[in-house]
């Protein structure tokens, strides 16, 4: 057992060596981080910086993240988690890293991230590819795949049925979902998630769900942590723009491992390409739908709902009701879009009274499937037909639901943009 002062002087040790990095600019391709060498760097370093009111600040920056890090892999001894699951794959020779039908930026930073850190630990005949069922939609998700510089796999799915696969690991979603992309006989080795489910974990060999972390990327980042595997720049920065985008909307509760890993991943990241992911271009789409979106929004109280119509994406409800949960007067965003034949739901809130996974239940009891998170939640029903009338058959009942659930009585809701403001030009 180490005493306090020895695994204060972990912290410490830590410290110079993330320092050392971030001075050379490059943070990246270290497999060792702490450990080795650290006094000599220490005392070069020592040599190397004048003392000065900054260079105090930064260090004490670096104490800060080092010491929350050092944290995660002395709690990771006690649950090794990542060790438990290089233990199930030994002598698995074709593992298949996979994640839910149109993910978004924390599913494919997460799966692209543990090809990498399986590749680093298991042999080299082992294959270990990712793979995704169904198209990447438009916007925001199809450029963050572009600069992240993602290598995709075919989707297999005659493979998958013949048993191609001898490992099979899921993230950012359970074999139960709607969206999950294994047939219900090809059941997962491994299941890596944040979402909340009402019932039962599922059965598989190894499963890790952590509901109360915000994203799938900083549950990966702790076996990270754990395997002491340093992490290239570039997935650096595609796990912090994944931890920040599923944090969106749920401002404010990112959960202990979601801060030590963003705090962490800051200081490793390429910035150029954090900065690239943030500000993607954007095709004409999204600001069509960002106009019917706005134009379309009723406010009830501290509800707000709105509708788009024919999505390329399921990314763009999303996307919306986060942007409408910043309303200063509401609490409860939900936005519905028709993508195929289905009606896709995307509902976010601030309260703490009803937990969104909740909610979104409520709303499509007996009409269609979804499930989610306190803050985020998600649905998709499917449709008669794409006539209007059926479509805002099924919204006429949401919105009822959803005025019920939160005892809204007043069922006359307030343009958020005025028409009048909305036609002037
Ligand atoms: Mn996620």
Redesign the pocket.
Known sequence: MPTAREADSQKVQATPVVRADLRKGRAAEQKEPADQNESALRSALAALIPKSAMNTFVESCVNTVAGSAVAVQRRSKHHPRFARLLKLLAGKKNILVTTHQHP?P??LASAHAVVFLLSSRLGKDVSISMSIKGQIGGGLNDAFTKHSNLKLAPWDEAGLLAGKYDGIILL?CQPMFAYSPLPPSVPATAVID??RTRGRNPKCPFCDIRTDVG??ASIVFSYFQEAKVGIPREMAAALVYAIET?LAGAAGTPGELDNIALSNLTLLADTRKLYQMRYVDLPQEYYIAYAAGLFNALVYENAIISHIDEIDSLEKPAVLADFLLRYNKVQWSLVTGVHGSRLVISLRTSSTKLSAAEMIRRLIRRMGEGGGHRTKAGGVIPLKNVSPGEIERVRTILRRRYLRALGIKNARGQRLVPRGDMAKS
Do not use: N, P
């Open positions: 978004d924390d599913a950012d944040h979402h994203a799938t599923d």
